[in-house]
């Protein structure tokens, strides 16, 4: 009896970002970053719901912010601001 293979159809390469962030030892959770910035929680909370704060992600039901994305926007902000 012939042996069935399964054909695999290659999936097109993501398109590389500028600059890949390296894994950090440990992500921020939104407690971090309100520490962080001496603001309270629900600022926080607010600044993801408005899109105005540093980027987040979730992982589950969590949400985590990567430190590097964290330094960016405060990078940003401070150009703004100037």
């Given at each position: 009896?012939?042996?069935?293979?399964?054909?695999?159809?290659?999936?097109?390469?993501?398109?590389p970002?500028?600059?890949?962030?390296?894994?950090?030892?440990?992500?921020?959770?939104?407690?971090?970053?309100?520490?962080?910035?001496?603001?309270?929680?629900?600022?926080?909370?607010?600044?993801?719901?408005?899109?105005?704060?540093?980027?987040?992600?979730?992982?589950?039901?969590h949400?985590?912010?990567?430190?590097?994305?964290?330094?960016?926007?405060?990078?940003?902000?401070?150009?703004?601001?100037?």
């Amino acid at each position: 009896m012939p042996r069935r293979t399964a054909s695999v159809t290659a999936l097109p390469a993501a398109a590389p970002s500028a600059e890949p962030l390296a894994l950090p030892v440990r992500f921020l959770t939104p407690e971090d970053v309100a520490a962080l910035f001496g603001v309270p929680l629900e600022t926080v909370y607010q600044w993801r719901r408005k899109r105005t704060g540093p980027p987040g992600f979730r992982a589950g039901r969590h949400v985590r912010y990567h430190p590097d994305a964290v330094a960016r926007w405060v990078a940003d902000q401070s150009r703004t601001a100037a």
